[in-house]
């Protein structure tokens, strides 16, 4: 069951269709809500009682679960077979098995007992190969993250990352690449706290103030504006009273999947018409003119990321070895 700003939406599956007609009692408990990550850089809220999401294993009931602090930082990538190009990324709360396209995860460590992730035998191998006794699963975990976000090594081995688990190469430099990874983790996980780009607003006033010519205005639009030749121009759309612009072209350069990062958060904040009549007319209570003051500050955020993102991938060697 998902529980959020756009109205709450209960997945019928046919366990859950059993216990409505076995009449089983299940009592709404606040402990079960949980804040995680929907889409990249859009968090919801998720009720994470198992007899509700019969479709999560024990192990995944219990990442969701707020009875249990889960804050170590994961790894998510596309999984074997997506269609879409190879992505990655991180965080540090509970996610959606749909963040990525067919979402495969890399858990710093094993949260229901705390045993590290990686391996005493990849401590050695990683010692040896670098001739650096100092080496730590920490380091290690930022290395492999810097490594599958460098372009080179993507292009290189697109097919295969398609096709089975990624594989990490031996780069030299072994403590740049640790910088790198941990910047982006920190940039990536903490997308809601970093700086706030300087894009420039613009408002307009209704043509006429009446409430209908109001609604309308605010309604959301959430469009990028695009050129000719169909590239973004920097600016975005909001609805009919907000434009934001000064988008730098870099920014929408950084891509998860079919999207960049901002174009998720846009996505993710929609209005939408449910198909099912009574939904639509009884609990359709999501509208953008609610949020439209902290999507802004998460568009500006998740702005930053974007550029700093890519100027560190653009300091990587533009080959592999």
């Known amino acids: 069951m998902i529980v959020d700003e756009l109205g709450d939406t209960i997945k019928w599956s046919e366990t859950l269709k059993r216990r409505i007609t076995s009449w089983e009692k299940i009592q709404f408990e606040k402990i079960h809500i949980v804040k995680y990550l929907e889409r990249p850089y859009a968090k919801s809220f998720f009720y994470s009682d198992i007899r509700l999401s019969d479709r999560l294993t024990e192990r995944h009931h219990r990442m969701f679960s707020n009875r249990m602090t889960f804050s170590c930082p994961t790894i998510?990538?596309?999984?074997?077979?997506?269609?879409?190009?190879?992505?990655?990324?991180?965080?540090?709360?509970?996610?959606?098995l749909d963040l990525l396209?067919?979402?495969?995860?890399?858990?710093?460590?094993?949260?229901?007992?705390?045993?590290?992730?990686?391996?005493?035998?990849?401590?050695?191998?990683?010692?040896?190969?670098?001739?650096?006794e100092t080496v730590t699963r920490d380091s290690i975990f930022h290395y492999v993250y810097a490594v599958l976000h460098h372009p080179a090594y993507r292009e290189k081995y697109a097919l295969n990352l398609k096709q089975e688990f990624p594989r990490i190469p031996f780069y030299d430099n072994f403590p740049q690449w640790v910088a790198w990874g941990r910047e982006l983790m920190d940039l990536h996980i903490g997308f809601e706290t970093v700086k706030p780009f300087p894009l420039k607003r613009k408002d307009i006033q209704p043509k006429?103030?009446?409430?209908?010519?109001?609604?309308?205005?605010?309604?959301?639009?959430?469009?990028?504006?695009?050129?000719?030749?169909?590239?973004?121009?920097?600016?975005?759309?909001?609805?009919?009273?907000?434009?934001?612009?000064?988008?730098?072209?870099?920014?929408?350069?950084?891509?998860?999947?079919?999207?960049?990062?901002?174009?998720?958060?846009?996505?993710?904040?929609?209005?939408?018409?449910?198909?099912?009549?009574?939904?639509?007319?009884?609990?359709?209570?999501?509208?953008?003119?609610?949020?439209?003051?902290?999507?802004?500050?998460?568009?500006?955020r998740v702005t930053t990321v974007s550029v700093e993102t890519m100027r560190i991938l653009g300091e990587m060697p533009a080959e592999t070895v």
Do not use: M
């Open 208 to 300: 006429n103030d009446t409430p209908e010519a109001l609604k309308l205005a605010q309604k959301a639009r959430l469009k990028v504006v695009k050129d000719t030749a169909k590239k973004p121009t920097g600016a975005i759309e909001l609805d009919g009273l907000t434009t934001l612009s000064g988008v730098p072209a870099q920014a929408w350069a950084y891509r998860l999947g079919n999207r960049s990062a901002l174009e998720w958060v846009l996505e993710r904040h929609k209005e939408t018409t449910p198909k099912d009549p009574t939904i639509r007319e009884q609990f359709n209570t999501y509208r953008f003119a609610d949020h439209k003051e902290r999507v802004i500050d998460l568009l500006a």
């Open 76 to 96: 998510c990538v596309s999984g074997v077979g997506s269609s879409k190009a190879f992505s990655c990324l991180a965080t540090d709360t509970p996610f959606s």
């Open 101 to 132: 396209e067919k979402t495969q995860t890399f858990p710093k460590r094993i949260n229901e007992d705390s045993v590290d992730n990686i391996t005493l035998e990849a401590l050695k191998i990683f010692s040896k190969k670098y001739s650096d």
